[in-house]
């Protein structure tokens, strides 16, 4: 038997990219991919469109959002846009890196995308669809993951629809997420320096051969999504670096070491990553009380990988 589509979900054709641009621009919330994870967007400049997003996710106030631009020059009239930055977008951009920058006094947007911070925190993302509703709208658009706060993120529609339901508004269906992992957050400080706020898909190595080395993190206070201890929660209890299952667990594997779900069994990271998600919300779902997770090696886009099943964990 073929699934039932829930009606919100709509395929991401031109007509329906039109109408949820249309949506977009009337303050409205549309739920769309990105080559990382599904995005619930809403107009950066809109105090009710934001506050909308905040109200669907159950997201703490004083966690900023990430705006998605469409363009370096769309960036520029957010943030100051250093030489530094320049070199990471020629690198980078379109793709699943977060600069985090100085707020430009004159940006257009609403209060809370930053939370009260003098910094926002900007992307340029590569997915087509997303990238259709950034040039269709001209808008730059805030666009948290689009699933309820703390919880699991979404690499497909279905995910979306499950976690959001109605809140939701209008997801439209663009398939799996390349990724399937948030994008690396870095802050470019004024001072010179920079720090790794988030690992993701591009890692530390690869924006110190540009940057140089990185930065301690020397302050405590969010600055982007993602820092919180408690994150990506499945709703029960998960154990790591497990190398077998217990009665009651549902056992995520990787690579030789098979389970209920396998991230990936050639032990590629990379697919392992865009498989984390998908893993993660088939174990919230099945009957098995508690979760057990393979080691993953903490190299490369492993440390990212790692890193959200420690906050899943927590």
């Not at 098979?258 to 998600?277: F, I, P, Q």
Request: overall charge negative; glycine content about 8%; charged content about 20%.
């Amino acid at each position: 038997m073929s699934e039932i589509v829930p009606p919100l979900i709509h395929p991401s054709d031109a007509a329906s990219i039109a109408e949820a641009a249309r949506r977009l621009r009337a303050g409205g919330l549309v739920a769309a991919p990105t080559e990382t994870v599904y995005g619930l967007a809403a107009r950066a400049d809109s105090t009710a469109a934001v506050a909308a997003i905040y109200r669907a996710k159950g997201r703490p106030d004083f966690n900023p959002l990430i705006v998605h631009v469409g363009s370096v020059a769309q960036a520029r009239t957010l943030s100051l846009f250093d030489e530094r930055a320049h070199l990471l977008a020629d690198h980078f951009w379109p793709g699943p890196l977060t600069m985090v920058l100085p707020l430009r006094e004159t940006a257009d947007v609403a209060p809370a995308v930053t939370a009260g911070l003098p910094t926002i925190a900007i992307r340029m993302p590569a997915h087509p669809v997303m990238r259709a509703l950034l040039a269709e709208t001209g808008l730059p658009l805030a666009a948290p993951s689009a699933n309820r706060s703390g919880g699991v993120s979404p690499t497909e529609a279905i995910h979306v629809a499950n976690s959001l339901g109605e809140a939701a508004e209008f997801v439209l269906d663009g398939g799996a997420c390349e990724r399937g992992l948030e994008s690396t957050i870095v802050a470019l400080r004024s001072d010179g320096t920079w720090q790794l706020l988030r690992p993701g898909p591009i890692d530390e190595t690869q924006i110190s051969a540009i940057l140089g080395d990185v930065s301690p993190i020397v302050t405590s206070k969010l600055e982007a999504p993602g820092q919180l201890a408690s994150h990506y929660a499945p709703g029960k209890p998960v154990r790591l670096y497990a190398d077998r299952a217990e009665a009651d667990e549902f056992m995520i594997g990787f690579g030789a070491l098979a389970g209920d779900c396998n991230l990936s069994e050639s032990a590629d990271l990379a697919e392992a990553a865009a498989r984390l998600y998908a893993c993660l919300h088939e174990a919230a779902t099945a009957s098995q009380s508690r979760i057990a997770v393979a080691g993953i090696p903490d190299q490369g886009i492993g440390a990212a990988i790692n890193d959200r099943l420690r906050r899943a964990a927590a």
